[in-house]
């Protein structure tokens, strides 16, 4: 029992001093660069200094990286002879032997110009790639992603590659390689670099590739190999078709986002006009109050829940939806009431009202708009097709506007104040032979327009800043929806707000901005001349 102790004891000893041995190699081989690599540094050769910039990059140690950053902070300075020297203070560092020790006589600062600077920015953004933060080397990769790349830096970049194991991050290390790839000597190099692309390269690629097809001053082809050239016409066609169906989804996903903000919008506005026949042009400024009312409850908490600041969207939904509610019945109760009816005086009342309110809120909170912050959660995207990014946001205001939809339906297919909405609408008389309270009907449906109008509010302040003219920009907007879908049909609004905001997503990059509006009033009105009730018309006996 006591020699097989012995003998496990010494086993153990054996793998500790092993241990100790292999620890001790690393740490020296870690601890000293080649002086060969450094010398150029101090030399006046600028090739050989960017040459050996990316050298001591591919070394991928914390020594290249001090000796790099040493560089870029003009803290690294040559010996009389030859040697280099990273200076803090009263120590010098020598990173060829890894000993630290007082400053020497006779040092000099090496220069670097600004060439030499960007390598090595380049060379220092590279070693992150071989960092073990994941998030650290997406960043780095998508840095160099977005930067000319120094040729110097391919080792090290085909280094990380073959360490890379994400697959977030492998696949941008594949295109960095093979755009690097594309200026090779080796003409198979180059052809395997141009069929990479097929899959990866983006739109920033298409004048390399096209370069490539060029002709020179004399008629013969940039690019000498006829198989690259095949190759990088192939690349040219399929990057486009992926550029095209790019375009088309971003299109369609970002009709569809202003389609909900414009239902969002105008949803209150089909109710308020749609079924009681006002004519609001404050309806934009109840959006303004919904979307301000999100920035107080949105203040309240960075100072008194500060901690739960992420979620202060569930409280600013139902205080903006009350705030815009009881502003609308005051609304109701003290103008409007007077003016059913009267669609001129009403058009005239309500916009006086709006300009009355603007003043109001400039008032209180000032000219300048204020910012209303995403959560956290609502912060980014999700990224499709390689380079189409679909924020969380307007992924958030698209759920939002369809669960605002299917509430409003509820509220007026399935509840009492529904029906009594229906049948005031249909024959507000005979209603109110048959006991509906049809004035009590009148202010809580122009309070639930102008309710869903706040809720509108808070959507649109997480899309941009808020502002007092924040409501003008869309009363032209939501008046079209309303007009195009059918006076008071709920599933005519939804169609025509998401038709609306498809039209105008796809008609913007042909003909601009102003030009798509004004095509889409155009068509709105020849459409209403040919079709005045809309794209579906309101059923029943008699509306007043």
Not at 29 to 41: K, Q, R
Not at 121 to 126: F, R, V
Not at 262 to 277: D, K, P, S, V
Not at 345 to 364: F, H, K, N, P, Y
Request: charged share 15%; glycine share 10%; net charge neutral.
């Amino acid at each position: 029992m006591h020699n097989m102790a012995t003998t496990t004891h010494r086993s153990a000893l054996r793998r500790t001093l092993c241990a100790v041995a292999l620890s001790l190699q690393a740490l020296a081989a870690h601890a000293a660069i080649d002086p060969a690599l450094l010398a150029p540094l101090a030399g006046d050769d600028p090739e050989a200094r960017i040459e050996a910039v990316g050298k001591i990059a591919v070394l991928a140690n914390e020594d290249a990286r001090k000796v790099l950053q040493a560089l870029k902070d003009d803290t690294l300075y040559a010996t009389p002879d030859g040697g280099i020297l990273v200076i803090d203070g009263e120590r010098a560092w020598n990173p060829a032997t890894g000993a630290s020790a007082a400053v020497p006589d006779g040092v000099d600062g090496v220069m670097v110009n600004n060439r030499l600077r960007g390598a090595v920015d380049g060379a220092l953004s590279g070693l992150a790639l071989l960092s073990p933060d994941r998030e650290l080397r997406l960043a780095a990769a998508r840095q160099l992603q977005s930067a000319v790349i120094d040729p110097a830096q391919a080792p090290l970049i085909r280094k990380a590659l073959e360490a890379e194991k994400d697959p977030a991050i492998k696949p941008v290390l594949q295109l960095l390689v093979s755009t690097i790839d594309l200026h090779s000597p080796d003409a198979a190099a180059r052809k395997a670099a141009v069929a990479g692309l097929a899959e990866t390269g983006g739109a920033t690629l298409r004048p390399v590739l096209q370069a490539m097809l060029a002709k020179g001053a004399d008629g013969a082809h940039v690019e000498a190999d006829p198989a690259v050239r095949a190759a990088a016409a192939d690349t040219l066609r399929r990057i486009d078709s992926r550029i095209a169906r790019t375009e088309i989804v971003g299109n369609l996903f970002y009709g569809v986002s202003l389609g909900s903000v414009l239902l969002l919008a105008a949803l209150g506005l089909a109710i308020t006009f749609g079924l009681m026949g006002i004519i609001n042009m404050a309806h934009g400024e109840l959006l303004m109050i919904g979307a301000y009312t999100t920035y107080l409850v949105q203040s309240l908490f960075r100072q008194y829940l500060p901690g739960a600041l992420d979620w202060y969207l569930a409280a600013a939904l139902p205080a903006a939806f009350l705030v815009a509610f009881a502003v609308g019945v005051a609304l109701e109760r003290t103008v409007i009431r007077w003016l059913y009816g009267r669609p001129l005086e009403t058009l005239l009342a309500t916009w006086g009202i709006s300009l009355m309110l603007m003043q109001l809120v400039r008032t209180v909170f000032g000219a300048q708009n204020v910012e209303v912050a995403n959560p956290g959660w609502m912060s980014g995207g999700v990224t499709v097709l390689g380079s189409l990014v679909l924020s969380y946001n307007r992924i958030a205001i698209i759920a939002f506007a369809i669960v605002v939809v299917f509430a409003v339906w509820l509220i007026l297919n399935k509840t009492r104040l529904g029906l009594f909405v229906r049948a005031v609408m249909q024959n507000r008389r005979m209603a109110d032979c048959v006991g509906v309270p049809t004035g009590r009907i009148d202010m809580m449906t122009f309070g639930l327009g102008s309710g869903i109008a706040g809720l509108g509010g808070v959507a649109l302040s997480q899309l941009g800043n808020v502002g007092p003219d924040l409501g003008q920009a869309y009363i032209v907007d939501s008046f079209m929806v309303v007009v195009l879908g059918g006076v008071g049909q709920l599933a005519g609004t939804v169609i025509a707000a998401f038709g609306l905001g498809e039209v105008n997503k796809f008609l913007e990059p042909w003909a601009g901005a102003v030009m798509a509006k004004i095509f889409i009033l155009v068509f709105i009105i020849i459409f209403i001349q040919r079709r005045p009730q809309g794209l579906f018309a309101m059923k029943g006996r008699s509306v007043e």
